[in-house]
């Protein structure tokens, strides 16, 4: 199944664990690994800390240190610190589901990470039933 997600910002988290959780349960599935995928080169999808929004500015902030998009790159276009840190965090997670349940940690979300934004996102969901 596939979704769609609104980014607002440049670079940004957006905890789409709900949504998952929602889209997957809708499909009539309780239990199996769910896979979340992003087919964007300048996004990705990440497991990460979902009670702190501040640890989510540390993580871009970081990022940026990393990858900063003052940087002279060889890329043509203007977005290649953009690609780095999607690269960086990859493009997928898998996840256990069971009784309709994701098997996160107690502080665990997923999360679609922008950093090209703003732009409308897909998210391909995928069950293997277990």
């Given at each position: 199944?596939?979704?769609?997600?609104?980014?607002?910002?440049?670079?940004?988290?957006?905890?789409?664990?709900?949504?998952?959780?929602?889209?997957?349960?809708?499909?009539?599935?309780?239990?199996?690994?769910?896979?979340?995928?992003?087919?964007?080169?300048?996004?990705?999808?990440?497991?990460?800390?979902?009670?702190?929004?501040?640890?989510?500015?540390?993580?871009?902030?970081?990022?940026?240190?990393?990858?900063?998009?003052?940087?002279?790159?060889?890329?043509?276009?203007?977005?290649?610190?953009?690609?780095?840190?999607?690269?960086?965090?990859?493009?997928?997670?898998?996840?256990?589901?069971?009784?309709?349940?994701?098997?996160?940690g107690e502080w665990?979300?997923?999360?679609?990470?922008?950093?090209?934004?703003?732009?409308?996102?897909?998210?391909?969901?995928?069950?293997?039933?277990?």
């Amino acid at each position: 199944m596939k979704l769609k997600i609104e980014t607002k910002h440049k670079s940004e988290m957006i905890d789409i664990t709900k949504t998952v959780t929602e889209a997957v349960i809708k499909k009539g599935i309780k239990s199996g690994l769910v896979t979340v995928f992003v087919p964007h080169t300048t996004a990705s999808i990440i497991l990460f800390e979902n009670i702190d929004p501040q640890l989510r500015r540390d993580f871009l902030e970081a990022l940026g240190r990393i990858a900063p998009a003052s940087q002279t790159y060889h890329h043509q276009g203007e977005n290649a610190a953009a690609h780095i840190k999607s690269a960086l965090c990859g493009a997928r997670v898998v996840v256990p589901m069971e009784n309709a349940k994701l098997q996160l940690g107690e502080w665990q979300g997923i999360f679609l990470c922008e950093f090209d934004g703003p732009r409308e996102r897909t998210v391909i969901v995928q069950v293997i039933n277990g």
